[in-house]
């Protein structure tokens, strides 16, 4: 805000006068300057929303509502609704809920969801304070490595805790050397909470850093200059004006809490451990043939608890802006002077990364190399590359492997179209497309990608022009670019904002329409943000796992869904193997990401 | 260079701030480059300079939010800053008030938690502090906001709770960090006039950080000029504005004219200026007593330039382009080709054929 | 030496015995003509691809120009993909599921067409129901154990000595005995429930020994298998003998028993889809499946246990009963599989399982 030096200011001259002499108003250079800004009366009555953004607003509401509403209309029918004589009734939910294990899971992923945000929220607050707010060091390589498990899947996480802190895992063993006993067992509903809540610490990390970041410092030195020292400040200040942050956080902690599947999956397989994800998941063999009006009744009960949850969710976000610290100058943030505490403070991170990065990773590099594992075995003496030659020589796998590249790359980067495409009808604009996209956009969060998997194959398999389509990876790419949208939005948007309104209005006034305007000047502007955005993409859509499971047929196999499946099928050498693959996909993601600078957060 | 103050009842007062040599850089880059001064009870310093004078810096390295490498910082008869000894008190325990150039309040804090956090750091009882922070708010003519939220508050309001924080504990001196430009044009000489009577009628100590000269001279006892971290010099306003000891200061305190020529002849006190086919003569300012023949600036005050009808010593022949109306007066845009003048009048004057006049006493050479 | 070089000496001399002729003697040529003429056949299965190449290549050897496109997937997926393609239009020619009561269903359903094969003498009668669905394996289930942890001594011989020594041993085995878990698993409930209607008190005896130790129960053979190569159980229950037995080849760890008392026999069910795009080619391939060709290749190629009388070698129907005579119990394809899958029935089943393997 400083000034321009010597800027005469204390004249109070209006706009340069023409000829000599005082203007009047309204010239037609006033006229022109004030068009963009206000709407002029007089213009000529038209379509109230342009075309383009009603067919893209169509389009979504199209893709969103079509899978919602059909596993709404599967729930209230008595058998697969393309079965003759399903009839409509409310029998499924009387089935689940006069089913305990309904009840059981339902409790469990409760208290997940509890542990989670309970553990996450404040490791992640902390990291984030360490690493945004204090001199420790090694921040720069740290935070990368921080963010690993956003990206590696669930199921590849649980799997490499098996093989780790599993009842043989190499950690157990080597405790039971140490200790004479394994003192916790990595299949308990506590473990499952515990490791879910410490995988997400990342998620929670981002949230907290950004707000961190976005903290003006002079709050924190007026202060120090009150006489606070270091640590108060952080008490007194810092943390209270994250805290709509954490708050947001905290809700998606809970929220996530009702969706995750693979961890559950695997981990809680052995002791029954059931939560609703994996109840519906069972649902399919139960009752001998799949029941789909079941499962769509419990995906109905998940929806009608995440939906409110991600209502609130909006709502508080909405709340922290209006809280953001009032203008500060952008000036140099002095960290925290930590001191003594500087190798507690490294010590905690390491212990962090320790648990959740290196051993399940470590456990599933290791389970690749190996023919068995186990008490009593030697493991120099299984070392093997026969898990990749298997993987290698298997077509599946070999067209799973492509396939996953192939949706992370071109799939990633036709999703980022949508997602800008979207992202532009919410440009600039505050009119009632905008509110109804940013609820249609809202609405593939709450469904857990299991279902929405299946809705989509549903969807596929019965629309007659998409039929063709159903097996190739055009499905599995409309499932996951539906259930990653209010992801990608955010990330377009974030890049949007970039862009000052000022040149886009110089463009208008040069002539150029609100077409070529976006062309012309807006698209190439964010075209940093657009590759960013299409990176994250291609390690997200690298993860994901859930929700290709029920479109798994062959032609669309990726790597997640063919994971799953061959967990279930107890193929654990291939899992292992393909599982080290899918890292290394989403590695080699990460280090282009980092090399060319993209901010992982927000 | 700094010129001797005039004796005021401010002499006999004690210094509550004294900075001796401070050097600071960031990296590589120097901001700071030996710059020494002193504060009295009682007094207002306003920091002044272009961006980048390093005067924004100093006022922080006072505070304690920037680390100089070099010198001294002495508040109140203690040193918190001295690299000689290896001394360096943290910002919280120097005692100071700040009020940033954004208000810098804490948004989840009401307006009384906000002026009272000083206090309760200094634990001071609950019963004392309503009392003293009730007093800060009513002196600022918050009384009734107290319970109100930062973002309930307009723009004016915040900056007087930011002003009430900073003084409730009483501190020796207070820093203001450009505290007028968050203002529009008009509120900023309202406001102006109040920050200055506010800090007589509380018998304050100041130290002001201003890019806007007139600011400056309006609200301050003394002037420092602060270029490229050095202090290029400081008096009273008066001092500043009538009696610059460089072209730099000359040029940033006023609105002027500027003749560049050569120096031609010497007279007792004045220096005569060749500009173009004329000599002017002037008040010799620096080397220009001495050099002949040098190349030299001629810089005359806007307001002393007048046009007169015909020629005639220290006048010059220039073709009027324009006139400009100002409200309280005509502004008048003068050519000959080379060197663009502006002076001032009563009325409006058609364009043509002028004759200016320079005042030899208001004209200063610099060389 | 290796097993594998008896086996392959085994089947060559076998295939040049027969001749091209006897296989061909089993197929109407007008059947091949037209199948030739389709040029695929497409298989859902339950098999693994790996285990089933050999069939495959052996196939397309036999008849060039029909191409097998072989879609492996659990059972789950395998119904559930035909009953959904089924419903808009045609779906697989051929359905091959481990899952015998599902595919019982989906015959009894009327989604398979009749067949009648050339020759049936070297086919149990239970194998082939209607003429619609046929046993294609036959696979023992049995008991998979950890060789380097339990004992040679302990390994069970009967369904009672199991339940005995879960009884006697209970702080070796507690927490480290795995089964199905019939509420996750098809093929788990199926064995399960067979189990209970041969055995009777018998099986409830076991299953309430099994809960006392904690039992460990999975959804799938893999994970059981994995579990108990790595030590982390010792003992497997009602597991599929077939891949069992392929796992111990590669893995010392792995130990395979049958009971003697009854050894329950699973065979993988086949049939034709009544909507077939390739109806010729599905039956040239569910002729050369039942084939002792096919069922050569099956026994000493593919790793899984031929179903026909006239083929040699342990992994065979004659093989099994030389070594357990009576003792086998091969599960019918019969309607009775249709039993549980009646909601309340399973329910039922799944109830008292439940209720039994929850420790006091």
Not at chain 1, 471 to 484: P, Q, R
Not at chain 2, 311 to 337: C, Q
Not at chain 3, 110 to 118: E, F, H, I, M, N
Not at chain 3, 179 to 205: C, I, R
Request: hydrophobic residues 45%.
């Amino acid at each position: 805000m400083e000034q321009r030096e010597g800027t005469e200011m204390s004249s109070p001259t209006t706009t340069m006068p023409r000829h000599g002499r005082p203007q009047d108003d309204a010239t037609d250079t006033a006229s022109v300057l004030a068009a963009p800004r206000q709407s002029p009366q007089g213009r000529r009555p038209r379509l109230p929303f342009a075309t383009p953004r009603l067919v893209v607003v169509g389009l979504l509401a199209l893709v969103v509502l079509t899978p919602l509403l059909l596993i709404l209309y599967q729930s209230l029918l008595s058998g697969a609704f393309f079965l003759p004589g399903a009839t409509a009734t409310i029998e499924p939910f009387r089935f689940i809920f006069a089913d305990p294990d309904f009840y059981v899971a339902a409790r469990n992923s409760i208290a997940i969801a509890v542990g989670m945000a309970a553990i996450s929220l404040p490791l992640g607050a902390a990291l984030a304070f360490l690493m945004v707010r204090t001199d420790m060091p090694g921040r720069r390589w740290l935070e990368p490595l921080l963010l690993v498990p956003v990206f590696i899947s669930p199921v590849v996480l649980a799997f490499g805790y098996v093989v780790a802190m599993g009842p043989v895992g190499f950690v157990s063993i080597w405790a039971r050397q140490l200790l004479g006993d394994v003192p916790w067992n990595i299949y308990s509903l506590l473990s499952i909470a515990i490791v879910a809540g410490l995988t997400h610490v990342p998620h929670v990390y981002l949230y907290a850093s950004s707000a961190l970041r976005n903290l003006g410092s002079d709050v924190e030195e007026a202060a120090r200059i009150s006489g606070a020292n270091p640590f108060k400040v952080a008490l007194h200040v810092s943390v209270p004006l994250i805290a709509p942050a954490l708050l947001y956080a905290g809700v998606l902690m809970f929220f996530l809490g009702f969706e995750i599947f693979g961890l559950p999956l695997v981990l809680g397989d052995p002791e029954g451990h059931l939560v609703l994800t994996t109840y519906l998941y069972k649902l399919a063999s139960k009752l001998g043939t799949p029941a789909y009006h079941l499962m769509a009744a419990v995906a109905v009960c998940i929806i009608a608890v995440t939906l409110p949850l991600v209502l609130l969710q909006r709502a508080l976000l909405k709340h922290a802006k209006r809280y953001a610290s009032i203008k500060g100058k952008a000036s140099r943030q002095r960290p925290l002077m930590l001191g003594k505490w500087k190798l507690a403070a490294v010590a905690i991170v390491f212990a962090w990364l320790l648990f959740t990065v290196l051993i399940p990773l470590g456990g599933v590099t290791l389970r690749a190399f190996v023919t068995s594992w186990g008490e009593g075995v030697n493991i120099l003496e299984v070392l093997t590359l026969d898990n990749f030659r298997q993987v290698f020589e298997d077509g599946t796998m070999v067209r799973a492997i492509l396939n996953s590249i192939l949706i992370g790359t071109v799939g990633g980067g036709l999703a980022v179209a949508c997602y800008t495409a979207v992202g532009l009808v919410a440009h600039r604009k505050n009119d009632a497309l905008v509110r109804v996209t940013d609820y249609l956009v809202m609405m593939p969060r709450a469904v857990p990608g299991l279902l929405a998997g299946l809705a989509v194959f549903w969807v596929f398999l019965f629309v007659p022009f998409l039929n063709p389509a159903r097996s190739t990876l055009i499905s599995v790419w409309v499932a996951y670019t539906v259930v990653w949208l209010a992801y990608g939005m955010r990330l377009i948007q974030s890049a949007l904002l970039q862009v000052s309104p000022e040149l886009e209005e110089a463009a208008r006034l040069t002539g150029a329409s609100p077409r070529r305007v976006i062309t012309d000047v807006t698209l190439p502007l964010i075209r940093n943000g657009l590759l960013a955005s299409w990176l994250l993409v291609f390690m997200i859509f690298e993860r994901e796992y859930s929700t290709g499971v029920y479109l798994l047929a062959p032609g669309t196999e990726v790597i997640g869904s063919v994971l799953v499946s061959l967990m279930a099928a107890g193929a654990v050498e291939l899992v292992a193997a393909l599982s080290l693959i899918n890292i290394v996909l989403v590695g080699a993601g990460l280090a282009i990401a980092l090399r060319f600078g993209v901010k992982l957060h927000d | 260079m700094s010129h001797t103050p005039i004796s005021n009842a401010a002499d006999a007062a004690p210094t509550v701030l004294s900075v001796q040599g401070l050097q600071l850089a960031y990296g590589d880059n120097p901001i700071l480059q030996g710059v020494s001064m002193n504060l009295r009870r009682g007094e207002v310093i306003s920091l002044l300079g272009p961006s980048g004078s390093g005067k924004t810096t100093l006022l922080r390295a006072v505070a304690g939010l920037e680390q100089p490498h070099t010198g001294q910082i002495i508040i109140a008869g203690k040193p918190v800053f001295d690299s000689a000894a290896g001394l360096e008190v943290p910002a919280e325990q120097r005692n100071l008030g700040l009020v940033f150039q954004s208000y810098a309040l804490w948004p989840h804090k009401t307006v009384f938690d906000n002026v009272a956090y000083g206090l309760k750091l200094r634990k001071v009882s609950a019963a004392e502090t309503k009392d003293r922070v009730s007093d800060a708010l009513r002196n600022l003519g918050l009384g009734h906001l107290a319970d109100r939220h930062p973002h309930q508050l307009s723009g004016g309001q915040q900056q007087r709770v930011a002003i009430a924080r900073a003084l409730v504990y009483n501190p020796p001196v207070i820093l203001l960090d450009e505290p007028l430009s968050n203002l529009d044009a008009k509120l900023r000489e309202e406001a102006r006039a109040w920050l200055r009577e506010l800090i007589v009628r509380l018998q304050l100590s100041a130290l002001v950080v201003t890019h806007d000269q007139g600011e400056a001279m309006a609200m301050s006892d003394r002037i420092l000029l602060l270029n490229g971290g050095k202090i290029e010099q400081q008096g009273t306003p008066t001092e500043m504005y009538a009696d610059p000891s460089s072209l730099f200061v000359a040029g940033f305190m006023g609105t002027n004219n500027t003749l560049k020529g050569r120096v031609e002849a010497f007279d007792d006190q004045r220096v005569g200026l060749r500009f173009g086919e004329h000599m002017l003569w002037g008040q010799a300012r620096g080397a220009a007593r001495a050099t002949a023949g040098a190349e030299a600036t001629g810089v005359v005050r806007v307001e002393h330039i007048d046009l007169a009808d015909g020629p005639g010593p220290n006048r010059i022949p220039m073709e009027l382009v324009t006139s400009m109306y100002l409200g309280d007066r005509w502004e008048y845009v003068l050519d000959n080709g080379h060197t663009m003048v502006r002076a001032h009048g009563r009325q409006a004057l058609p364009a043509g054929p002028r004759w200016v006049e320079v005042p030899s006493d208001a004209l200063w050479v610099f060389a | 030496m290796h097993p594998r070089f008896t086996r392959r000496t085994l089947v060559l001399a076998t295939l040049a015995a027969i001749g091209v002729h006897g296989a061909a003697q089993a197929q109407s040529s007008a059947d091949i003509a037209k199948a030739k003429a389709e040029g695929t056949v497409v298989i859902y299965s339950t098999t693994d691809q790996k285990q089933v190449s050999p069939l495959i290549k052996d196939f397309e050897a036999l008849y060039p120009g029909i191409k097998v496109e072989y879609h492996d997937m659990n059972s789950t997926e395998v119904y559930n993909r035909f009953i959904s393609e089924s419903a808009v239009g045609s779906s697989a020619d051929l359905l091959w599921t481990s899952s015998m009561d599902q595919a019982v269903k989906l015959v009894n359903d009327g989604y398979a067409q009749p067949y009648k094969l050339s020759d049936t003498s070297k086919l149990p009668d239970w194998a082939i129901w209607k003429n619609e669905a046929f046993g294609t394996t036959y696979e023992p289930i049995g008991f998979v154990y950890n060789k380097r942890l339990v004992d040679a001594a302990e390994v069970p011989k009967t369904h009672a000595d199991f339940t005995k020594l879960l009884n006697t041993k209970a702080e070796k085995f507690k927490g480290k005995v795995t089964t199905y878990d019939p509420e996750k698993s098809g093929v788990g409930f199926m064995l399960h429930s067979q189990d209970a209607m041969t055995n009777g008190a018998g099986f409830w005896e076991l299953a309430k020994a099994m809960g006392q130790a904690g039992v460990r129960v999975q959804s799938s053979s893999g994970t059981m298998m994995e579990r108990i190569a790595s030590g982390e159980n010792l003992i497997g229950y009602n597991m599929l003998g077939a891949y069992a037995l392929l796992r111990a080849q590669k893995d010392p760890s792995i130990g395979v028993a049958f009971p003697s008392d009854y050894t329950l026999v699973i065979s993988r069910v086949t049939f034709i889809a009544k909507q077939a795009k390739h109806p010729a080619a599905a039956r040239v391939w569910l002729e050369y499946v039942l084939s002792q060709r096919g069922q050569t290749v099956i026994a000493n190629q593919a790793d899984l246990f031929a179903i026909r009388s006239d083929v040699q070698g342990e992994t065979t129907i004659s093989g099994l009963q030389a070594k357990l005579g009576s003792a086998v119990k091969p599960i019918p394809i019969a309607p009775a599989l249709l039993t549980y899958l009646d909601q309340s029935k399973r329910l039922e089943f799944l109830k008292q399982w439940n209720s039994v393997k929850a420790p006091k």
